[in-house]
């Protein structure tokens, strides 16, 4: 089955260290995005991506980083620097970027500070 | 900047009841208007969709019309099911916002419908 595929589904991190987000798609999607969910504020946007070896940043990409060196992964560390890291974060792909695409999500990855 | 407001949830419902869930948005260029839907502990779905004005999109019972007089996009179900219990994501897409396709979320309303 086609799909997007997150892991792990749960994560624990301690204060002062960086934690890897895996993210990988078999759609051949070009596009990939990563979205953080905080309750009552929606989902906002922290990095996406159009092709391989090319990323942007988001409205909240502060103390975060990804790569895309495959277009199947798109991976998203969490570092330090990122204050408040307890959310759920969910990754997502779509054909393209044209404006009227549906995007396709990932089941998503809790991440918890301990 | 574009923006994407939802009625407050949660909203709790009897089973076979009317449903609607009132959605306006803000935008700079001509968007696209979506309607995801997530289940408890998983990512988002695609709900429905629309791209132009006058657009009706229309899936698993659920409708919405892309008003741009009003700048809303209203999701409506005639008859909802315990099913249906989950969270409702108004989303945009804004064509005006240059190269990138981002999506932009309202907050999310939740949805309890009870037997």
């Known amino acids: 089955d086609g799909g997007i595929t997150q892991s792990p589904k749960y994560l624990f991190r301690k204060e002062g260290q960086n934690v890897t987000l895996s993210c990988e798609q078999n759609?051949?999607?070009?596009?990939m995005y990563w979205y953080r969910q905080d309750p009552g504020q929606g989902l906002r946007l922290i990095y996406y991506?159009?092709?391989?070896?090319?990323?942007q940043k988001g409205d909240i990409a502060e103390g975060y980083s990804v790569s895309r060196e495959k277009k199947e992964s798109f991976p998203l560390t969490v570092t330090s620097a990122q204050k408040n890291p307890t959310a759920f974060y969910l990754c997502?792909?779509?054909?393209?970027?044209?404006?009227?695409?549906?995007?396709?999500f990932g089941q998503g990855t809790r991440l918890t500070v301990v | 900047g574009d923006s994407v407001t939802q009625m407050e949830g949660p909203v709790t419902l009897s089973e076979e009841a009317f449903l609607t869930i009132n959605c306006t948005y803000t935008?700079?260029?001509?968007?696209?208007l979506f309607w995801y839907v997530q289940y408890p502990g998983e990512g988002l779905q695609l709900l429905l969709k629309?791209?132009?004005?006058?657009d009706k999109g229309s899936n698993k019972g659920f409708e919405a019309t892309y008003r741009k007089e009003t700048t809303s996009f209203h999701l409506e179900k005639g008859s909802v099911q315990v099913s249906d219990s989950a969270v409702y994501f108004c989303?945009?897409?804004?064509?005006?916002?240059?190269?990138?396709?981002?999506?932009?979320f309202g907050t999310g309303t939740r949805l309890q419908v009870t037997l």
């Open positions: 997502a792909s779509s054909p393209t970027l044209a404006w009227d695409t549906e995007a396709f």
């Open positions: 759609l051949n999607h070009d596009a």
């Open positions: 991506s159009q092709i391989v070896n090319d990323f």
């Open positions: 935008a700079t260029g001509y968007p696209s």
């Open positions: 629309a791209t132009k004005a006058d």
């Open positions: 989303a945009l897409s804004d064509r005006g916002a240059g190269t990138a396709s981002k999506l932009t």
